[in-house]
């Protein structure tokens, strides 16, 4: 359920955002998402379908960029995607510690019109 809150938020940036620059509407949403968040994007989509209804959003879609979880070997510090469910060293069997790659949640790029004409704004 707190998918409903983070797609509310990212949302609410999104349109802020095409109103300080005098759009007329928000067309792309860019996000990052990283496998460490818990958010399922699925359900980010489902949300986000229902409630940018009445807004500079309401024709908007999604799109979304994933980051795998990265680890960290214990033993050399070699630096991994997990696979599976594995946490071990795929170069020396050692067991690996979850680093912030991962984590990321965040609007990467939004593209919007002005009176039908799109351009993309970066979101700082």
């Known amino acids: 359920m707190h998918e409903l809150s983070v797609t509310q938020s990212i949302l609410d940036m999104a349109v802020e955002e095409a109103k300080k620059a005098g759009a007329s509407s928000v067309d792309k949403i860019s996000i990052v998402l990283g496998e460490l968040t818990g958010i399922a994007e699925d359900c980010v989509r489902f949300y986000f379908d229902i409630i940018k209804k009445?807004?500079?959003?309401?024709?908007?879609?999604l799109s979304f960029s994933h980051v795998p979880a990265v680890l960290k070997c214990k033993k050399c510090g070699y630096e991994f995607e997990r696979q599976t469910f594995s946490f071990t060293c795929p170069k020396c069997g050692s067991p690996g510690v979850l680093i912030d790659?991962?984590?990321?949640l965040y609007?990467?790029?939004?593209?919007?019109?002005?009176?039908?004409?799109?351009?993309?704004?970066?979101?700082?």
């Open 101 to 104: 790659k991962g984590k990321e």
């Open 54 to 61: 009445d807004t500079l959003a309401e024709n908007a879609q």
């Open 107 to 124: 609007i990467d790029h939004i593209e919007v019109s002005f009176d039908g004409n799109k351009v993309g704004k970066e979101h700082t």
